[in-house]
């Protein structure tokens, strides 16, 4: 297998992977093939915050028009703030979640698969190692007209694992980079030792 591993290296070596597929950036190194989605813009990784500091303005707002309303009750204003500022929490964590970055890496001298989910927040990176042969398919899912995911499945403990498992490594991939994806997709199918294709839906 370790035999197989390095004549795939040097081909990969020779015939060297897209360096740019949908959202992620490509890179190979001596042993590994490295993947990592492009950071977000300034201005996006600042809508979280902002929507907090409305989220605030708006509670302040309910809690001075209860005070001023004498006490009886949430009237008809404080109560559209309050659950203004509810909405605008539960979007803040919802684009919180969406500026997570994510990176894979497959390390062909141990295969596995490492699959990272990089938050901002400290400490909060979320890490995975996945072999090689746990892997069960690399899907090409359509997420609407036109644009694409690639993504990995596998069953923790192999064959006998009873819950399959996915995690998506490309995003946002155009109907104008078929030829790349078709690549990059060919290129994790040998590099997992799978059999077949296919166009999945999800």
């Known amino acids: 297998m370790l035999r197989a591993v390095a004549s795939f290296s040097e081909a990969l070596e020779e015939n060297p992977a897209p360096r740019r597929l949908g959202d992620v950036r490509l890179r190979y190194e001596p ?13 996006r990784r600042q809508l979280p915050g902002a929507c907090l500091v409305l989220a605030a303005l708006c509670t302040a707002g309910a809690v001075v028009g209860v005070l001023l309303g004498g006490g009886e009750g949430l009237g008809s204003v404080p109560l559209s703030l309050a659950m203004v500022a509810v909405a605008l929490v539960g979007f803040a964590l919802q684009l919180e979640g969406q500026l997570g970055r994510r990176r894979f890496v497959l390390h062909f001298p141990t295969e596995r698969l490492r699959l990272e989910r990089l938050r901002w927040a400290p400490g909060a990176t979320r890490v995975e190692w996945v072999p090689f042969d746990e892997v069960s398919s690399v899907d090409v899912v359509e997420r609407a007209p036109g644009r694409y995911a690639l993504v990995v499945a596998w069953r923790p403990g192999g064959k006998d694992g009873k819950e399959t498992r996915r995690e998506v490594l490309v995003e946002h991939i155009g109907a104008h980079e078929q030829e790349a994806l078709l690549r990059v997709w060919r290129l994790l199918h040998n590099a997992f030792g799978l059999r077949g294709a296919g166009l999945a839906g999800e």
Do not use: I, K, V
């Open 31 to 43: 042993g590994r093939l490295m993947g990592e989605s492009l950071p977000p813009s300034f201005w």
